[in-house]
C-alpha cells in the first residue's frame, strides 16, 4: 500500500540492523530525499499525509527508543527522522483542501512580511547546493534534499525537485557554470570597492 512506501526504505532496515554513523547517514538521506519526493512530485496529498502519519508513528514507538538504547547512533537518527517528519507534516497539513466538497473554500491569508525568492529558481538550488558542499548548515549534516524542502518552504517556490534543476546547471557549457554565485561575488566587490571609495572621499 502506497502509505506505508516510506517505511520499506533501506532507512528502516539500517536501525534495527546496524548502530554506526557510516552506515545510517547514508540511509537516513535516502529516506529525507524519499520524503521530499513524496511531498512535491504529484502524489495526492491526503494520501502524503497519510504516509508522514504512519512513519510519524512507527519511528515514534520504535524499539530503539526504549530507556536502554535512546542514546545510541539508532536512536539518535530515529529521533532526527522523526523530528524531519514532523516538520515536514506541518509545512503540509495547512495545502490539503477540505475532505467535504461541503466545506466552503477560503482563502489562508498570508503574512505581510511573507518571503518571496523573486529570482530563478535554479540560481536558489545553486546558493543550496553550495551551503552543502561548504558543509556550513548543521556542520555539513543537511542533506540538499532536507535544505530544499526548507527553503521552498520558507519562499513559497513552487518547483521541480532540485535535483533535476542541478542536473540542469550540470549540463551548462560555459567555462563556469555557478551563473548565479559568479554573479553575486561581482556584485558583492563591486559594493565594497564602493563602500570603501565613499569611506576615502569622507576623510
Known sequence: ME?????????????????????LHPAYRDFTDKVIRLCIEGMDMHLAILALTYAETELQFHHKLSENEAGSISGLY??????????????????????????????????????????????????????VEMGCINGG???????SAFFYSLFGVEAKDCYHIYSD????????RTYFLDKMQEKLNRRMDMDEERERMRK
Not at 483542501?97 to 512580511?113: F, I
Not at 549534516?141 to 535544505?147: C, P, Q, T, V
Open 3 to 23: 502509505y506505508i512506501i516510506l517505511t520499506e526504505t533501506d532507512f528502516f532496515r539500517r536501525i534495527n540492523e546496524a548502530d554506526n554513523h557510516n552506515e
Open 78 to 131: 530515529i529521533r532526527k527522522a522523526l523530528a524531519f517528519v514532523r516538520k515536514t507534516q506541518k509545512f503540509l497539513t495547512p495545502q490539503v483542501p477540505p475532505l467535504s466538497a461541503s466545506t466552503p473554500k477560503t482563502k489562508t491569508p498570508q503574512p505581510e512580511n511573507t518571503l518571496r525568492w523573486t529570482g530563478k529558481t535554479s540560481d536558489l538550488v545553486e546558493m543550496l547546493y553550495g551551503m
Open 141 to 147: 549534516e543537511m542533506s540538499i534534499g532536507e535544505l
Open 169 to 176: 546547471i550540470k549540463l551548462r557549457k560555459n567555462d563556469s
